[in-house]
């Protein structure tokens, strides 16, 4: 039992020791880990969109052509039109967002983790405590660069995206709408072949 223990202890040592070796050495890298609660936020909800908003088109679409009993089925087509839009700016939308998101995160902890390793320095008494990367604080300096850096690099973001919604996003989301159009077509000219040599 002594000799497990002590073998133990050693592999808990060894692992802290390498743990705080890599930390100390890269704590940017480290730290930017803990920044993807905002952009798996952005994930969730473009999903959802992507997933509900599409079946909300259709199902207007499919209401209103049966309470008029419309016959040209004019309605129900500009209701896929819609559904196949609403898919691509989830997507699109998606996409870039979390790339920007991403990006700015961090680079925001970046900046921040190497600026909190300048000794002496004010802004590395307030990440690190103690004005330097101290091992016994090396967690904290590691949770005060992901929270400032995700705080920063979040808020970075919403000014970052408001050109990039029109100078990517808008360009990027016809191309995905052309592509999800031409493959719902094509299904629906195999689905209509079909019916015809069936019939």
């Given at each position: 039992?002594?000799?497990?223990?002590?073998?133990?202890?050693?592999?808990?040592?060894?692992?802290?020791?390498?743990?705080?070796?890599?930390?100390?050495?890269?704590?940017?890298?480290?730290?930017?880990?803990?920044?993807?609660?905002?952009?798996?936020?952005?994930?969730?909800?473009?999903?959802?969109?992507?997933?509900?908003?599409?079946?909300?088109?259709?199902?207007?679409?499919?209401?209103?052509?049966?309470?008029?009993?419309?016959?040209?089925?004019?309605?129900?087509?500009?209701?896929?039109?819609?559904?196949?839009?609403?898919?691509?700016?989830?997507?699109?939308?998606?996409?870039?967002?979390?790339?920007?998101?991403?990006?700015?995160?961090?680079?925001?902890?970046?900046?921040?983790?190497?600026?909190?390793?300048?000794?002496?320095?004010?802004?590395?008494?307030?990440?690190?405590?103690?004005?330097?990367?101290?091992?016994?604080?090396?967690y904290q300096f590691q949770?005060?660069?992901?929270?400032?850096?995700?705080?920063?690099?979040?808020?970075?973001?919403?000014?970052?995206?408001?050109?990039?919604?029109?100078?990517?996003?808008?360009?990027?989301?016809?191309?995905?709408?052309?592509?999800?159009?031409?493959?719902?077509?094509?299904?629906?000219?195999?689905?209509?072949?079909?019916?015809?040599?069936?019939?």
């Amino acid at each position: 039992m002594k000799i497990n223990n002590i073998k133990q202890q050693n592999f808990k040592g060894d692992v802290y020791n390498s743990v705080t070796k890599f930390v100390t050495k890269h704590p940017a890298a480290c730290a930017a880990l803990a920044g993807s609660s905002v952009i798996g936020q952005k994930v969730v909800m473009s999903a959802a969109e992507a997933t509900v908003g599409p079946a909300m088109d259709i199902g207007v679409g499919r209401v209103i052509t049966k309470v008029t009993n419309e016959k040209d089925n004019r309605t129900n087509q500009s209701s896929k039109t819609q559904a196949i839009r609403t898919a691509a700016q989830a997507i699109g939308g998606t996409i870039v967002g979390v790339i920007v998101r991403g990006a700015c995160i961090a680079a925001s902890t970046a900046l921040l983790a190497k600026a909190g390793q300048k000794a002496g320095t004010k802004f590395a008494d307030l990440m690190c405590n103690s004005g330097k990367i101290d091992p016994k604080n090396i967690y904290q300096f590691q949770e005060n660069a992901s929270k400032w850096g995700k705080s920063i690099g979040g808020a970075i973001a919403i000014g970052v995206m408001l050109f990039t919604n029109f100078i990517i996003d808008a360009p990027f989301i016809n191309v995905i709408n052309e592509k999800i159009t031409k493959a719902v077509d094509k299904i629906s000219t195999k689905k209509s072949e079909k019916a015809v040599n069936n019939g």
